[in-house]
C-alpha cells in the first residue's frame, strides 16, 4: 500500500525501482528484529561487564566480591547470547549498531536496574526457567520497548521502521513466551516459503498493473462520493482488495475484507473502515452473483 501510494506521489512509473525498495523495506524489517535481540545481548554483556570489574576493584565491597548474578544468569538471556542461529544472522545481516552506539544500552541497563520488576526479580539469586521467562517478556514490554530513547534512535536510524516497531516487538513478545527449556534459540525467517516471498512482488504488480481496471469495479459504487473526493490511501486499499478478490484464488474473502479494514484503521481517515467494508461487501455480492470469484479451497468464500 505504501509503495503504491509513493508511486502515485512522486509519478512515478518505474515499477522495478519501486519494487526493489518494497523488498529492501521489508529486509530492513529483518534488520530491526535483530537489533532488538542484540539490544538483549548487548545489556547483558554490559552488566557482565560492570559485575566483574567490580569484583576485581582494590577496594570492593562484599556485595562486588559475591554478586548477584541472576540477571546476567537469566535462561532467556543466556540462550540468545549462545545462539549459533542468532549469532550468525547478527553477522550475516552485519548487525552493529550497539557496538558503535553503546551508550543507548548504558540507558536501557540503568532503566532497568531503576525498575520494580528489575528489584523483585533480583531478591533472591536462584534462577528458575520459568520465572527468567515470565520476567523477560515483562521486562521487554514494559521497560524496554516504551523507552523513547530507543524509539527515537530506531525512527531515526530508518523511516521505514516507524510502521514496523510494533509488529516486530509483538513478534519477539511471542517468541519470548514460546520458548522452553533446553531449546536452542533460532531466528525466526523473514518470509514462510519463496511463495511467502513471491506474494508480495505479485500483489504489488497485479495491482498497480491493473489500477484502472480495478478502480472501475468500484466506481459506480459510491453514488453519495465523487470519486476525485475519496482519500487517495483509500482509493489504493479497495483496488488492492479487488485484485486480491479477482486474481488471488486461494486468499479467502473474509481474510482479504478484515486484512484492509485493519490497514484502512491504522492509515486513513476515521470513517474509511466503514466506508471501504460497504463498497467490498457489495462488491463481493455483484462478484458472486456473476460467478467472478474463483476462489479454490475449502471455506474460501
Known amino acids: 500500500m505504501q509503495s503504491i501510494y509513493a508511486m502515485h506521489q512522486n509519478g512515478s512509473d518505474n515499477l522495478e525501482k519501486q519494487e526493489k525498495f518494497l523488498l529492501h523495506s521489508i529486509e530492513g524489517m529483518f534488520d530491526l528484529y535483530l537489533i532488538m535481540l542484540s539490544a538483549l545481548i548487548e545489556i547483558r554483556s554490559s552488566e557482565s561487564d560492570y559485575l566483574e570489574k567490580a569484583s576485581k576493584k582494590h577496594l570492593s565491597t562484599q556485595d562486588e566480591r559475591n554478586p548477584n548474578l541472576k540477571f546476567v544468569n537469566n535462561g ?80 531515526d536510524y530508518r523511516l521505514t521502521w516507524v510502521d514496523d516497531i510494533p509488529l516486530v516487538n509483538t513478534q519477539l513478545q511471542k517468541e519470548f513466551r514460546a520458548i522452553e527449556a533446553g531449546q536452542e534459540f533460532r531466528v525466526s525467517k523473514l518470509y514462510k516459503d519463496n511463495e511467502d516471498r513471491d506474494f508480495v512482488t505479485i500483489l504489488f504488480r497485479k495491482t498497480v498493473l491493473n489500477e484502472s481496471e480495478l478502480a472501475k469495479e468500484y466506481m459506480d459504487k459510491t453514488p453519495n462520493w465523487d470519486t476525485e473526493r475519496i482519500a487517495e490511501i483509500d482509493t489504493i486499499i479497495l483496488k488492492m482488495a479487488i485484485c486480491e478478490f479477482l486474481k488471488f484464488p486461494s486468499i479467502p474473502i473474509k481474510v482479504t475484507i478484515n486484512e484492509y479494514l485493519e490497514i484502512a484503521k491504522e492509515y486513513s481517515t476515521p470513517k474509511s473502515s466503514i466506508f471501504i467494508n460497504g463498497i467490498l461487501d457489495n462488491l463481493v455480492k455483484e462478484f458472486q452473483t456473476a460467478n467472478k470469484l474463483n476462489k479454490a479451497g475449502r471455506g474460501l468464500l
Not at 541497563?109 to 523483585?120: F, G, P, Q, V
Not at 514490554?141 to 516504551?146: A, H, L, Q, R, W
Open 76 to 155: 532467556i538471556l543466556t540462550m540468545l547470547d549462545e545462539s549459533n542461529s542468532l549469532s550468525i544472522a547478527i553477522e550475516d545481516r552485519k548487525i552493529n549498531n550497539w557496538k558503535l552506539n553503546d551508550d543507548y544500552i548504558l540507558l536501557l541497563l540503568k532503566d532497568i536496574k531503576a525498575s520494580a520488576l528489575y528489584e523483585k526479580y533480583m531478591s533472591n539469586r536462584v534462577n528458575n526457567f520459568a520465572e527468567d521467562k515470565q520476567f523477560l517478556v515483562d521486562l521487554f514490554t514494559d521497560v524496554i520497548v516504551p523507552n523513547e530513547k530507543l524509539y527515537d534512535y530506531l525512527e
